[in-house]
């Protein structure tokens, strides 16, 4: 019986997005809060459920780092938000990395975190790569993170932060960080 009275109403906000915004303004606050959060649950099952997690994965080491050995920035890999991640070290007092936070909690805190592959660097260098994968969700925030060990002291280098806008993932900020220690 509900699958009737549904039906109708997913059909009309599906066909006039404008009606999504107006139910939602209806709504109350507690119905809205939880209406949110079973959207952004929505969205990662369905990610789960249809993304060939295996191959974006391994497309994903292919392409996801630079010359340096460190990540490139996120990218939107339907339905992932594909970030890489890694670290580049000569010894264990010096290193680079990049990595990524999602909401201000590192990607493999995250909650939203739908699956993280790491694979050793076996060069010269020591360290690895990392490949995460996140559902898109609208407004998530990231933040890319270059920071450096030198002498054991860990400095933040630089910061490029994006957001989740329309299906799309655009920079918002990239800034410079001079001599920031990261604890």
Do not use: Y
Not at 65 to 91: H, M, Q, S, T, Y
Not at 136 to 163: F, K, N, Y
């Amino acid at each position: 019986m509900a699958t009737k009275k549904i039906g109708p109403i997913a059909r009309l906000l599906d066909e006039q997005p404008e009606a999504v915004v107006e139910f939602a303004a209806a709504l109350s606050d507690s119905a809205l809060v939880e209406l949110g959060a079973a959207i952004r649950e929505e969205v990662a099952r369905r990610a789960r459920s249809t993304g060939d997690q295996d191959a974006i994965l391994e497309a994903a080491f292919e392409r996801g780092f630079a010359r340096d050995g460190l990540g490139v920035l996120p990218w939107i890999e339907a339905p992932f938000v594909v970030c890489p991640g890694g670290l580049v070290a000569k010894n264990r007092a010096n290193h680079r990395c990049q990595f990524v936070s999602v909401d201000d909690r590192w990607v493999w805190e995250s909650g939203d975190l739908i699956r993280e592959d790491k694979r050793s660097v076996g060069a010269a260098d020591e360290g690895f790569r990392a490949i995460a994968l996140l559902p898109i969700a609208e407004g998530m925030a990231l933040d890319v993170v270059r920071a450096r060990m030198r002498q054991g002291q860990h400095s933040v280098e630089r910061v490029t932060s994006l957001v989740v806008r329309g299906g799309r993932l655009v920079e918002v900020e990239r800034r410079e960080v001079a001599a920031r220690l990261v604890r």
